[in-house]
């Protein structure tokens, strides 16, 4: 059965410039959340999803960051404008339920020069 | 809020028993998780546990002591391919049930 998938898996870009990062759940999965992991603080939830409507977006740094998720087999994360202190690893998760075990992505390397 | 404190390295023997603590405080306990992460790679599922008590899986057990707020990751028969982060995450009631992360201890094991 296939995982949660990402793309990309490497992002470079300069600062200012807009990224999209997309994730598909495992099928049956109601609830994706998005994760940055950094050296300095660890793994961070940034908004997470239940049936495709955002439940708590708490997390997500500031403005310039929004995430969608249209239907239940597609989401996006999109930074605009991007910063190089957005420099992160990006996971994608999905569960069944919240007391069940997350399945993370192979995450989206992003770099912003 | 929260708090989850994990050792942030430690070192052990290949064949041998090591075991990574976890004492978490929080206002909405509702269970807690173990994952492991090889560099570069997603963190993995490896335990769950929401009552008191030890939760067997092979090599790894995890141990969970509600009225203390800590946790333990056992790991027995040590192989080169256990180096990894070990992270601890809590769900808590009181947040979402989202849930948060340990900064991971990284394991090194050696021949």
């Known amino acids: 059965d296939a995982g949660v998938i990402q793309s990309p898996r490497h992002e470079v870009t300069e600062m200012g410039q807009e990224v999209t990062l997309r994730c598909k759940p495992i099928?049956?999965?109601?609830?994706l959340f998005w994760y940055r992991q950094t050296m300095m603080r660890g793994l961070e939830l940034l908004i997470y999803?239940?049936?495709?409507?955002?439940?708590?977006d708490s997390g997500m740094p500031e403005d310039r960051f929004s995430a969608k998720m249209p239907n239940a087999s597609f989401s996006t994360l999109k930074i605009q404008p991007s910063e190089p202190r957005d420099s992160a690893v990006y996971f994608c998760?999905?569960?069944?339920?919240?007391?069940?075990?997350?399945?993370f992505g192979d995450g989206t390397r992003l770099s912003i020069l | 809020g929260q708090n989850i404190d994990q050792p942030t390295e430690m070192t052990a023997t290949e064949g041998a028993i090591v075991q990574i603590n976890c004492t978490y405080q929080?206002?909405?306990?509702?269970?807690l998780f173990w994952y492991q992460q090889h560099a570069g790679e997603a963190p993995t599922f490896l335990s769950y546990?929401?009552?008191?008590g030890l939760e067997e899986k092979g090599r790894f057990s995890s141990f969970l002591s509600r009225s203390k707020g800590y946790s333990y990751l056992l790991l027995k028969e040590l192989q080169m391919k256990d180096s990894a982060s070990y992270l601890c995450?809590?769900?808590?009631?009181?947040?979402?049930?989202?849930?948060?992360f340990g900064a991971g201890t990284i394991l090194r094991v050696k021949s």
């Open positions: 995450a809590v769900r808590d009631g009181e947040y979402g049930n989202k849930l948060v």
């Open positions: 999803f239940n049936n495709n409507v955002p439940i708590d």
């Open positions: 546990n929401v009552l008191d």
């Open positions: 998760a999905s569960s069944l339920s919240l007391n069940q075990p997350q399945h």
């Open positions: 929080t206002s909405g306990f509702n269970g």
């Open positions: 099928s049956g999965h109601d609830y």
